[in-house]
């Protein structure tokens, strides 16, 4: 009986951290799209990759899960430059991008 309930609150566990993980995934795309055409430059791929998760707390004190996402982009339509998008919970906290070349 202990067993299943273990596992039933495990499977329960994995499907909250799956659906948040997919939420943040979303907006940090969100994000990272307007922020692109907010500096002119193309999101190549249409993508943010999962780089890290870790805790890590926020502006009150409360523990929540940090994830990075990364992305590439491109000012020249030559070159590829890497940005990534921090997310505390559902909220942006920043988004960074390496330096570029300007046409």
């Known amino acids: 009986?202990?067993?299943?309930?273990l596992l039933i609150g495990?499977?329960?566990?994995?499907?909250?951290?799956?659906?948040?993980?997919h939420k943040a995934h979303e907006a940090a795309l969100a994000a990272?799209?307007?922020?692109?055409?907010?500096?002119?430059?193309?999101l190549l791929d249409g993508y943010v990759a999962l780089k890290a998760t870790r805790l890590?707390?926020?502006a009150n004190g409360k523990l929540q899960l940090q994830r990075t996402f990364e992305f590439?982009?491109?000012s020249t339509g030559e070159h590829r430059y890497f940005g990534s998008v921090?997310?505390?919970g559902q909220?942006?906290?920043?988004?960074?991008?390496?330096?570029?070349?300007?046409q």
């Open 86 to 88: 921090v997310m505390l």
């Open 72 to 74: 590439e982009f491109s």
């Open 91 to 102: 909220l942006v906290a920043g988004i960074e991008m390496q330096p570029y070349r300007i």
């Open 32 to 42: 990272a799209t307007r922020h692109c055409v907010a500096m002119e430059v193309q």
């Open 56 to 58: 890590h707390r926020n």
């Open 1 to 5: 009986m202990l067993t299943e309930i």
């Open 10 to 21: 495990l499977m329960c566990l994995s499907y909250y951290y799956w659906s948040d993980t």
